[in-house]
């Protein structure tokens, strides 16, 4: 299994990023994946999920109407659109893949990954 994220750049406030997951090394269509960031000092949080076919998807709080989350099934990417950002959006962003989620009928929610990109940095400054 390998996960590899790019585009992280440093933006000013307000600006957009988009990031991108290449996965490689399993049959990406049949797993959910993830979105993760972790900044300084701090513990590393959920972002984003989307499911399988990108029927369901969950965000965060903080991000939820200026972040979007979406998979590319025939390229085995994930993406995530980052609008609107933040100061508080800098942080190192990792791609995950969700290995164990909610049942299904249950409100969606990933609840543990097994493999881990090595991540891309976001940092969010005038």
């Known amino acids: 299994v390998q996960l590899v994220e790019s585009g992280g750049a440093m933006v000013h406030p307000g600006g957009s990023l988009r990031l991108s997951c290449a996965a490689s090394g399993f049959t990406f269509n049949i797993f959910d994946m993830s979105w993760h960031r972790q900044a300084p000092g701090k513990e590393r949080e959920l972002v984003a999920a989307?499911?399988?076919?990108?029927?369901?998807?969950i965000y965060a709080e903080s991000v939820k109407g200026r972040f979007t989350i979406s998979r590319d099934d025939a390229k085995n990417t994930v993406q995530l659109q980052m609008d609107r950002l933040k100061p508080e959006d800098t942080a190192r962003y990792f791609c995950?893949?969700?290995?164990?989620?909610?049942?299904?009928?249950?409100?969606?929610?990933?609840?543990?990954?097994?493999?881990w990109g090595q991540g891309t940095q976001v940092t969010v400054s005038s």
């Open positions: 995950a893949r969700v290995a164990v989620r909610s049942n299904r009928g249950d409100p969606y929610t990933p609840k543990s990954y097994d493999s």
């Open positions: 989307i499911s399988t076919a990108s029927e369901d998807t």
